[in-house]
């Protein structure tokens, strides 16, 4: 039973993988829910520009992804060194690090669950809401994103699980420092890389497996509570 029961690295390095995937969900759904209505419902010069940027993630190789970021937030980076100049932010190698690269490889299934949502809600109910008294901030508040909020929910989750896979991108931008960096993956990784590492990572691996598994149900419950709402609607 005690070769069940994770050491202490090993739950160091789950409580850090769901640390980073909140903390990355937490960041990016504000501009994914943005984003998502703005491909949803608005037309605009550039928009395939912007659609193609937002969907390079999932077609480039991470470790593509991580060293790009690597090049803006490092501390002579064009964006990392003003953080660090200016605020004292130090973004490479560290935790923060890991939870962009996380954020970067999720956003666009996020952003896709997001706007999918904002297609299936009625805009004559917004516009509803509009002629009995309510700006568009309101009707957004009041009658837009509560109709999509499931969608929202969901890609969030999906966003969530994704995280908790990332390796090629934070490899590259955070590395593997123990107890600061190294994620599920990147714990599995090492154990593999030393004798005996496949026993050992078995634990990890379960436990990540379990945490995706709980989070893509949650998220495709998510989805047909959605779809049957609009359906009895």
Not at 99 to 127: G, K, N, Y
Not at 183 to 194: A, G, K, R, V
Not at 196 to 216: C, F, N, P
């Amino acid at each position: 039973m005690r070769d069940w029961l994770l050491s202490a690295d090993e739950f160091q390095a789950v409580r850090l993988s769901v640390l980073v995937a909140l903390v990355a969900v937490a960041t990016s759904l504000p501009v994914g829910v943005g984003m998502g209505w703005l491909l949803a419902r608005r037309r605009f010069f550039g928009k395939s520009i912007v659609e193609t940027a937002l969907n390079l993630p999932l077609v480039l190789p991470p470790v593509v992804t991580g060293y790009l970021l690597l090049i803006i937030c490092g501390r002579r980076g064009f964006i990392g060194r003003y953080l660090d100049q200016w605020f004292g932010i130090r973004i490479v190698f560290t935790w923060k690090g890991a939870a962009l690269a996380s954020a970067i490889m999720a956003f666009p299934l996020m952003v896709r669950a997001i706007r999918l949502a904002f297609t299936t809600v009625d805009p004559r109910l917004e516009q509803a809401a509009r002629t009995l008294g309510a700006g568009r901030l309101d009707s957004f508040l009041s009658v837009t994103l509560p109709l999509a909020r499931h969608g929202i929910i969901a890609g969030a989750v999906l966003a969530f699980a994704r995280s908790m896979g990332e390796f090629g991108a934070t490899i590259m931008i955070a590395g593997s420092i123990p107890g600061e960096t190294r994620t599920i993956p990147l714990h599995i990784y090492n154990l593999l890389e030393s004798p005996g590492g496949v026993d050992d990572a078995a634990r990890l691996v379960i436990v990540s497996v379990l945490i995706s598994a709980a989070a893509l149900f949650a998220g495709e419950y998510l989805e047909r509570r959605g779809r049957r709402r609009l359906t009895e609607a």
